[in-house]
């Protein structure tokens, strides 16, 4: 690839939750052409709010809406809790500091974020007007003379594009690499990540002291349980109760190909039984969901995953995603997918003005810092 067509990088990014939002942010920002390309119909991966509805007595439909993955932002890193006071000042999340009635000595209480209205909305405000294909999984790459190219599951191919930038957990993103980055490909194929049940269900209002449970998992299926409805920005149908409740990741694991069925049955049972004695719960919904890649095993430091991003600039791939950023900040989740992120559009963006810094005017302003321009703009 000429030093030209590295200056207007052309860029896909494949996977469109907050790992790869954050990177296409900084990425669009710094005038690079991003495409952004995900499976799913939205945006915001495990940062997801899924909705229901169901006809009432009267035939009329009644509507609901459950964080059924990432529950909320904990925010341990000085800039990103920056940027998150900055998001929050702009309306782009509120802060949650929600009663948990614990099993366990009370957690460390950190600043806690959620976005609104729904959890999408950080990864959307983060794309902003970086073009998106939706509905669109890619099945393999292809490279040739002029770059790589995304092909989909039903054969349509898009590119060229000067590097691609895989943005999604271990397993998914270890297929794609197959046969183009063997010892990466091989690597992620080792990456562990835990499964998770959710149940998402309505029942009656109920006095319930808390807003969300951390149960003894030694004695319950259940890890967490929150009222959705009492989270800041959502809300029920009149006179009802929204709840996400998480399954152990142990649980999940022994159940993985259990029937939705009895799955929603156990939980419903194990809902049942964190409440005051003698509530007789009236179920208006239930649903459940299972995620096979929920969140990275402990510990995820593995000798593969000792950076917060990948970048092999003669290939023009890079790797991002929560399961490397937490390796040298201790950080998780969310946290951990925008750190990790970032920390791959710095090392693109540093590498192309390394390669064109012949041509730079010796006055050009050095390039902010992708950690400073998240979410600058929202100040
Ligand atoms: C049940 C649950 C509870 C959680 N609770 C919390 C919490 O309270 N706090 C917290 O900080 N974190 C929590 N997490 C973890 C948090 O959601 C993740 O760490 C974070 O959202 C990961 O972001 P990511 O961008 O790395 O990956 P993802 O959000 O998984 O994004 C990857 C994207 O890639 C897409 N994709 C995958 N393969 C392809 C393909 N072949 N082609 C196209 N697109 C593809 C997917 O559709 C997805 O949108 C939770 C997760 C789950 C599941």
């Not at 967490?224 to 006179?239: H, L, Q």
Request: glycine share 8%; net charge neutral; charged share 20%.
């Amino acid at each position: 690839m000429s030093s030209t067509s590295q200056v207007t990088a052309r860029v896909a990014v494949i996977g469109a939750g907050i790992a790869g939002a954050t990177c296409a942010a900084s990425l669009s920002e710094a005038g690079l052409a991003v495409t952004l390309f995900d499976k799913a119909r939205g945006t915001g991966g495990r940062m997801a709010t899924r909705r229901a509805e169901w006809p009432a007595a009267d035939g009329s439909l009644v509507r609901a809406e459950f964080d059924h993955g990432a529950q909320h932002i904990q925010a341990r890193h000085p800039r990103f809790k920056a940027a998150m006071r900055r998001a929050a000042a702009a309306g782009i999340v509120a802060a949650w500091a929600p009663r948990v009635h614990a099993a366990w000595p009370a957690p460390v209480q950190r600043e806690s974020w959620v976005p609104l209205p729904q959890m999408p909305a950080l990864a959307r405000h983060l794309i902003g007007e970086t073009p998106v294909h939706l509905g669109f999984q890619v099945q393999r790459l292809q490279r040739s003379g002029d770059g790589w190219r995304v092909v989909s599951v039903d054969g349509s191919t898009e590119g060229p594009f000067d590097q691609v930038l895989l943005a999604m957990p271990p397993a998914q993103a270890a297929v794609l690499l197959a046969g183009h980055h063997d010892r990466w490909a091989d690597g992620l194929a080792a990456l562990r990540m835990e499964p998770c049940w959710t149940l998402m269900a309505v029942t009656q209002d109920l006095d319930w002291p808390w807003d969300a449970c951390e149960p003894d998992i030694r004695r319950s299926p259940l890890a967490w349980v929150a009222r959705n409805d009492r989270k800041p920005g959502r809300s029920a149908p009149s006179g009802m109760a929204t709840w996400v409740a998480h399954a152990s990741a142990a649980w999940s694991a022994a159940q993985l190909e259990a029937s939705p069925a009895a799955v929603q049955a156990a939980l419903s049972q194990a809902l049942a039984a964190l409440l005051p004695m003698g509530t007789k719960l009236q179920w208006h919904h239930r649903a459940v969901q299972r995620w096979r890649y929920a969140v990275p095993a402990q510990p995820s430091a593995t000798s593969v995953a000792d950076s917060e991003c990948w970048w092999d600039a003669r290939r023009g791939l890079g790797v991002c995603g929560d399961f490397l950023g937490g390796a040298a900040a201790s950080a998780g989740g969310v946290e951990a997918a925008w750190r990790s992120g970032d920390e791959l559009a710095d090392t693109l963006l540093a590498a192309l003005d390394h390669e064109t810094a012949a041509a730079r005017p010796l006055d050009e302003q050095p390039r902010v810092q992708g950690q400073e321009r998240f979410l600058a703009h929202a100040a």
